[in-house]
């Protein structure tokens, strides 16, 4: 069954420039780097080290996070509904998803579960099965960190309402994407907002956003929680 990535995957780069978006950061590189720089400080501060987890990246794309991560964590995954953005990551070990809410792994196989810009992409009323799916491959004590465009971010929606491949999407909001944690039965539940600064000003004064964090106003935020 195709998936609405399968059209964007080849030109998957080009598509996603935007004047706005390109003057944050002239490479989208940085948007990686600092996704991860956040889930990594937040595993720190839990106390969790990432040499021994195995990570599964949900809706895993071309593989970029996968693959900046990859050096730090015991192994790797990934999966997506769309084949061909699998195509594009034929160095990451990952499978196909041929139904949107169903994770394609058994009960507790991972320690950390990733979705980077994936739920705005799934129907609101496939979330709740989405979300229940991820508490379910977690292992007990398991991460689940869901990163999201932040609709209260006026730069984010005029950038969203922008990109040809966001035309179907439908954003969510921090307060919605704790409730389908919580939902689902995961706890301890935490929230970061980031992305306030272009990458140059961010990278001479990272503390700034760390103090920012819980104001919810940053282009993207992120929820964690854990799995009790
Ligand atoms: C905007 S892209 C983000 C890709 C990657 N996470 C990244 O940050 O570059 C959204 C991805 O989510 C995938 N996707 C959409 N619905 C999904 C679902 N229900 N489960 C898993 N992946 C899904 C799409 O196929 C696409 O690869």
Redesign the pocket.
Known sequence: MA????Q??RDYEAMQKDPLRHSFSKDGTF??ER?WLLIRSYLASQGRGLSSMSWL??????G??LRLGRPEVASIAG????TA?LDLCPDIPSRP?TA??RLPFPDQSFDLL?????Y???APD?RAA?TREAARVLRRDGVLAV?EHNPLNPATRLIVSRLP??RNAILLSAKETRRLFDDAGLRNLDTAYFLYLPEKPFRMFPVLETALKRIPLGGQYAVFGHKR
Do not use: N
């Open positions: 998936s609405e990535f399968d964007y995957a948007f990686f996704k990246d949900i809706g895993c794309g071309k970029e996070l999966c997506d509904v769309s953005m998803m949107p809410e990733t979705a980077v810009c994936v705005h992409h799934v496939g989405l990163i491949m966001d």
